[in-house]
């Protein structure tokens, strides 16, 4: 079973950049995309932005788009969250997820979760 594991979160000021960081512990055919994920205090879980292993195919959030990047390295099996401008409302817990293939980016099921990283974002 593949594992994921989150770093990177803490308290940043607004206007500032945080990275988050998920290391798989494999690669298997249940990993075909990674994405992530955030859930604010009294929210729902909100889809933020998601990358394929092959080819590094990207799909981003419009609600973060600009602001946000994705980006993988292969070889240490991890995958970045790069959030720059950050407001507020960026304040969650981000959590990484892992996908089967799917042609579409609507249709990944995901279905590996990490613990999860709490990023605040004072004002």
């Known amino acids: 079973q593949v594992q994921l594991v989150e770093s990177g979160g803490g308290l940043v000021q607004a206007g500032g950049s945080l990275s988050l960081s998920c290391a798989a512990s494999?690669?298997?055919?249940?990993?075909?995309?990674m994405g992530w994920f955030r859930q604010a205090p009294g929210k729902e879980r909100e889809f933020v932005a998601a990358?394929?292993?092959?080819?590094?195919?990207?799909y981003v959030a419009d609600s973060v788009k600009g602001r946000v990047t994705i980006s993988r390295d292969n070889a240490k099996n991890t995958v970045y969250l790069n959030m720059n401008a950050m407001k507020p409302e960026d304040t969650a817990v981000y959590s990484c997820?892992?996908?089967?293939?799917?042609?579409?980016?609507?249709?990944?099921?995901?279905?590996?979760w990490g613990q999860g990283t709490q990023v605040t974002v004072s004002s």
């Open positions: 494999k690669r298997t055919s249940s990993t075909y995309a």
């Open positions: 997820s892992a996908a089967p293939y799917a042609s579409r980016w609507a249709d990944l099921a995901w279905g590996t």
């Open positions: 990358i394929t292993w092959s080819g590094g195919s990207t």
